[in-house]
């Protein structure tokens, strides 16, 4: 089968010639390649006319796409209606394409980036890169016998607001879980071992117990290395300070 594009089946522009059938074989051959020098010399001039016709029908697919194509240079601070792609937003995701306005209300140009991209100014609420193709751009034009022709009576684009929060209090610890992975805990803050031991030197056992006492944090260490808390406390109290930790830890 030949392609309307190359007017040439995929087999002879691979190997330059139409596959050889016993209809197609010469009476008189002779030799084993009587034809090698032809078929060399061919094939440059096969591959020209492939790259001909290519040419021929990528112009013609030019000429009807470039129908519907039209160039198009904006300047600063003209108003252009903007597209906006349902990947966009959240709210979109869930809502029938036929539902959503084609084009949004009309936005200033700021400037233009690279070849092809603008810049627009766009109201806080969207929260969205201002950068876009001219593809998604379509210039605004007043109606000055009817300036409300070109408003949308339909709902405003949905944006997920977000309100600023006063932080109650601080969690020294939390638990972080997510599918197929161990939960994790994480501490917010965790007493280094240089800390630590000028504690232990400076006040004793007592403020051994009261750190662990009062952060979390402490317990897990003291669980992970028990003998470590009690290097420099007395024997005596040794027994007495680790029970009182487990307790504490709840081991």
């Known amino acids: 089968m030949r392609s309307e594009a190359t007017n040439q089946s995929p087999f002879e522009i691979a190997i330059g010639q139409q596959p050889l059938t016993p209809l197609a074989l010469a009476g008189d051959y002779k030799g084993r390649s009587p034809l090698a020098a032809?078929?060399?010399?061919s094939w440059n001039e096969q591959a020209d006319v492939v790259r001909?016709?290519?040419?021929?029908?990528?112009?013609?697919?030019?000429?009807?796409?470039?129908k519907r194509r039209r160039p198009k240079e904006?300047?600063?601070?003209?108003?252009?209606?903007?597209?906006?792609?349902?990947?966009?937003?959240k709210s979109f995701r869930k809502v029938h394409k036929g539902l959503i306005r084609k084009y949004e209300e009309p936005f200033p140009i700021m400037a233009k980036v690279g070849k092809v991209s603008?810049?627009?100014?766009?109201?806080?609420?969207?929260?969205?890169h201002p950068v876009f193709h001219v593809s998604l751009l379509k210039p605004h034009y007043d109606d000055k016998e009817d300036p409300s022709c070109g408003e949308s009576h339909r709902a405003p684009t949905t944006v997920v607001k977000s309100y600023d929060k006063e932080v109650e209090y601080v969690l020294s610890d939390g638990l972080e879980r997510r599918r197929g992975v161990p939960p994790t805990r994480h501490y917010l803050k965790m007493v280094t071992v240089?800390?630590?031991?000028?504690?232990?030197?400076?006040?004793?056992?007592a403020t051994i117990m009261a750190i662990g006492t009062a952060t979390p944090p402490n317990c897990f260490l003291q669980n992970a290395y028990p003998d470590f808390y009690?290097?420099?406390?007395?024997?005596k109290h040794k027994t007495e300070l680790k029970?009182?930790?487990?307790?504490i830890c709840k081991i």
């Open 52 to 66: 001909s016709y290519l040419d021929k029908a990528g112009c013609k697919m030019k000429k009807w796409v470039d």
């Open 118 to 128: 603008y810049r627009l100014e766009l109201p806080p609420k969207l929260k969205i």
């Open 194 to 205: 240089e800390e630590m031991w000028s504690t232990q030197r400076a006040e004793g056992p």
């Open 74 to 89: 904006y300047n600063l601070g003209d108003m252009v209606m903007l597209k906006l792609l349902s990947q966009q937003f």
């Open 243 to 247: 029970e009182k930790f487990k307790r």
């Open 230 to 235: 009690f290097r420099i406390t007395n024997s």
């Open 38 to 41: 032809q078929v060399a010399r």
